[in-house]
């Protein structure tokens, strides 16, 4: 084991360490660069683990740790793990990490997005500017049940990225699609976002892509509010679509593309269902015919042995040109059997929403409720909504400065008749 200590950096290699146990060797050595109260470690300066050719490890469970330097680097080679991760997925022992002064655009302030190594977060609370191109293509990321203040692109040969929730996106590019195969990328949340700066313009948007970097793109169950924009899309190839799967977009569809765009966008969500007859018994002789809202056909086959079938239906598209854009849901479904024909409208508007489907004989369309009518027509008008709701915004502003003016002229007025 080693540690090295300077007046701008802590450099630990060959071995595995806790926090605390550069800290013991920092009280050895008389080193004044970190401190520690009541489990609250704080480093005054870079914090870097490896050097890109001895193995080394840093695991830690339950501190809160604050690293005020410009550098926290992770060398190939060599990890850093925060909580612990049981078998079955779940995660406990979580830390704290604040990275006040890491400003750097690549991630935790590395200046080589080919040299770093493997990252595990598990249980934590991350407040750091961003991740961005922090880690190589062929390394292992695993960030799992944390908050994370502030937050990036991350790369990784068969990475998971899941239950995350972004409390708030800082840095030049913020929440980004990512690069890499990522084995899991489910249920993140976005509850604010970022600002992005695009010649004179200035947007705030949950997802930024960039196709050439990260391709063709799957945002799975994940949860976006508080955005101007639901995505920003550079004009650059790589790629030719967007996918929010099972998503909750509580905003409009509003996306900023940048000029010679060539990506579409789709929200769909996975129709799933079991179908049963009126004695709840599986069907497993019966074909299913599903057409979208402009009537195409976006499914036609038999159930499997479970009486299942497995799809994803679009809600909602644009087309690369922002020009084309539907709603594609309510669907409709013809379930046939040997002896029962039933038709059925599907409002494909929530993650989960269709587990089990009873088919009885019915010549008619029938729907899962009243309000699916009133719904459906509600999404067709949010197409024109989101036309004019920048143009809405932008006259109650003028309406607003307008009262002001006159407010402050009423009160001048009322001024001059009291000097009178």
Not at 220 to 229: A, L, P
Not at 280 to 298: H, M, P, Q, R, S
């Amino acid at each position: 084991m080693s540690i090295i200590f300077t007046s701008s950096s802590i450099t630990v290699t060959d071995g595995t360490y806790t926090i605390d146990q550069i800290y013991q060797e920092a009280i050895n050595n008389n080193y004044t660069g970190m401190h520690n109260l009541d489990n609250n470690y704080i480093i005054d300066v870079d914090l870097i683990i490896g050097d890109g050719i001895i193995e080394t490890h840093l695991i830690d469970t339950n501190i809160n740790l604050t690293i005020k330097g410009e550098l926290f680097q992770i060398y190939y080679n060599s990890s850093v793990q925060f909580g612990e991760k049981r078998i079955n997925g779940s995660t406990l022992n979580g830390c704290t990490i604040n990275c006040p002064n890491i400003k750097n655009a690549y991630g935790f302030g590395c200046t080589d997005t080919n040299n770093s190594g493997d990252l595990f977060l598990y249980g934590s609370i991350i407040n750091i500017f961003g991740f961005w191109s922090f880690f190589k293509g062929d390394n292992h990321v695993e960030i799992i049940n944390c908050f994370v203040d502030g937050f990036g692109r991350i790369s990784g040969l068969n990475s998971i990225l899941k239950n995350i929730t972004y409390i708030k996106s800082h840095g030049k590019y913020g929440v980004i699609t990512t690069k890499g195969v990522i084995k899991e990328s489910i249920n993140n949340k976005v509850y604010d976002s970022l600002e992005v700066t695009y010649g004179d313009v200035s947007t705030r948007c949950s997802v930024y892509h960039n196709p050439n970097y990260a391709g063709d793109q799957r945002i799975i169950r994940g949860e976006f509010d508080g955005y101007q924009y639901l995505a920003y899309i550079e004009d650059e190839s790589g790629g030719t679509k967007l996918e929010f799967v099972d998503s909750i977009i509580k905003g409009t569809y509003d996306i900023y593309r940048e000029d010679n765009n060539y990506i579409d966008f789709f929200h769909k969500f996975t129709f799933n269902p079991t179908f049963v007859d009126s004695n709840n018994n599986i069907i497993n002789d019966a074909n299913i015919e599903i057409t979208d809202k402009l009537g195409n056909v976006v499914f036609n086959d038999s159930v499997d042995i479970n009486g299942q079938i497995n799809v994803e239906l679009i809600k909602y598209f644009s087309d690369k040109n922002n020009i084309d854009s539907a709603y594609m849901t309510p669907h409709t479904m013809i379930v046939t059997t040997d002896t029962t024909t039933m038709t059925r409208k599907l409002l494909m508007d929530y993650p989960d929403k269709y587990n089990i489907i009873s088919v009885s004989s019915d010549s008619d369309v029938s729907s899962d409720s009243d309000c699916d009518t009133i719904i459906s027509k509600f999404d067709e008008t949010n197409i024109k909504l989101d036309n004019i709701h920048i143009d809405v915004r932008q006259l109650m502003l003028e309406l607003i400065d307008e009262v002001n003016d006159n407010q402050e002229l009423i009160e001048s007025n009322h001024k001059i008749r009291l000097r009178l």
